[in-house]
């Protein structure tokens, strides 16, 4: 099973930028349809953006045009640019395979927190 390891989150101000990274452990990674999800209180885990394996991307309408997904198939490695942060987007992010029957246990993801 793939492990995911989620990092990057942090607290900043409205209009401000993070990059979330997320390290991936074993050799499947490249093949794998992968996700952004993110769990803010209180309401069910959300798909944030998605990327295939051959870097076709989708972005939910609440981040469209401010997140970017991204992969580096050959560090094992997927990002998630994210600028123009809002209060709404504070959640906690986490990192797993898009199709639910290959998913991975869910890490301890990385918390973003958007507030001035």
């Known amino acids: 099973q793939v492990q995911f390891v989620e990092s990057g989150g942090g607290l900043v101000q409205p209009g401000g930028s993070l990059r979330l990274s997320c390290a991936a452990s074993?050799?499947?990674?490249?093949?794998?349809?992968m996700g952004w999800y993110r769990q803010a209180p209180g309401k069910q885990r959300e798909l944030v953006a998605d990327?295939?394996?051959?870097?076709?991307?989708n972005y939910a309408d609440s981040v469209k045009g401010r997140f970017t997904i991204s992969r580096d198939n050959a560090k094992n490695t997927m990002y998630l640019q994210m600028n123009s942060l809002k209060p709404e987007d504070t959640a906690v992010y986490y990192c797993?395979?898009?199709?639910?029957?290959?998913?991975?246990?869910w890490g301890q993801g990385t918390q973003v927190t958007v507030s001035s």
């Open positions: 074993g050799s499947i990674f490249s093949i794998l349809g």
């Open positions: 990327i295939t394996s051959g870097g076709i991307t």
């Open positions: 797993n395979a898009f199709h639910s029957r290959l998913r991975s246990s």
